[in-house]
């Protein structure tokens, strides 16, 4: 087995809160199993250009509580060529890193599969997206922080929707699942949860919207996942709402990248030091080409290949629960 002296930390693809709490939690760990840590700048680009820097105890100090990621992050076409990838395994070995732990999501994690089958370097995983749709993790970092993050917003949009007899359409992050939309949407008394996984159509959507018009709600919210499949977009669906139910002012809020921001909420920053401990250990240890999970509460490792594969599966029963609690 290789005697692992020296790894790599990055960052890459869209930074989520709690992306620091596991670079600090990577780093000490490395610095109490007496392991030389570098922190790659800039994600799979800064492997390309070289760009690395040492770290120990001290560099990761007051970062667990800060959003982003004080190592950056890029997407980098560069890696997705075979010579870009020869230039990162050569910065490797200049640097004397003998393993890779890369926090992001599912783009993420396909780079790092193919650059493990490459070069055989050790590679571990840990998932950092808000949107929570990474197979093999019941949680992703990140994703609790976005939740909260929609909640206060949506909170601050209902004063203004009652205030003023409108319908809003709020439109949060989750491109291909809609964790977000039907957590947040449930935590916030949405009326209607629209996501990628459950295609309301837009005639169920009117007779709904028109059904709690006529039991006496002046003011409703709509949650629609930016993946949902109702429309082409929430503008056309609020559009053809406003034209069959003008009892109501209809206004659409896309919450956008503030769900990425912030700082990160207890949860997010307990998961990721877990996560990024855990990392080490399993690197030190001899595991590879996989990813860090959470199933009930317990630390887990799934494959790489099945992590980028596999479908992260909402909670049907959510949607029922959401359809009681609407009414």
């Known amino acids: 087995m290789l005697v692992i002296k020296k790894i790599g930390v990055l960052t890459s693809g869209g930074d989520a809160p ?22 790659v700048l800039f994600g799979y680009q800064g492997l390309i250009d070289g760009k690395m820097r040492v770290m120990n105890a001290r560099s990761v100090n007051n970062i667990i509580n800060k959003g982003g990621t004080i190592l950056k992050t890029a997407r980098c076409e560069e890696f997705r060529t075979e010579k870009g990838r020869k230039k ?42 808000i949107d929570n749709d990474i197979y093999g993790t019941q949680y992703t970092i990140g994703y609790d922080t976005a939740l909260n993050t929609v909640i206060n917003a949506i909170d601050k ?24 939309a ?24 009117l007779d709904s919207l028109k059904r709690s018009e006529k039991s006496g709600k002046s003011s409703s919210i709509v949650v629609v996942a930016e993946g949902d499949k109702t429309g082409k977009n929430v503008f056309e669906i609020a559009s053809y ?14 919450m956008g990248h503030m769900q990425r921001g912030g700082s990160p909420s207890c949860f997010d920053r307990v998961l990721a030091s877990r996560m990024g401990v855990y990392a080490v250990e399993k ?9 860090i999970g959470i199933i009930n509460n317990e630390m887990t490792l799934c494959p790489l ?6 479908k992260s599966e909402i909670n049907k029963n959510l949607i029922r629960v959401s359809d009681i609690l609407s009414i």
Do not use: W
């Open 18 to 39: 709690g992306m620091n709490a596991a670079v600090r939690s990577v780093v000490r760990s490395c610095v109490y199993n007496k392991v030389e840590i570098v922190g």
């Open 182 to 205: 039907l957590n947040a949407g449930i935590g916030a008394g949405a009326e209607e949860i629209l996501v990628p996984e459950a295609n309301m159509g837009l005639e169920r959507l």
């Open 157 to 180: 949009i209902r004063d203004t929707a009652i205030s003023h007899n409108r319908l809003f359409f709020v439109e949060v992050m989750g491109r291909d699942a809609g964790h977000i």
């Open 283 to 291: 690197l030190l240890s001899g595991e590879s080409n996989s990813m």
């Open 305 to 310: 290949d099945k992590a980028i594969k596999g």
């Open 88 to 129: 990162a395994h050569d910065n490797i070995k200049k640097n004397n890193l003998d393993a890779l732990i890369v926090i992001g999501g599912d783009g993420t994690f396909t780079a790092a599969m193919i650059f493990q089958k490459e070069f055989s370097i050790p590679i571990l995983g840990i998932p950092g997206t």
């Open 241 to 254: 709402i406003e034209k069959n139910l003008p009892e109501y002012e209809v206004r659409v809020s896309v």
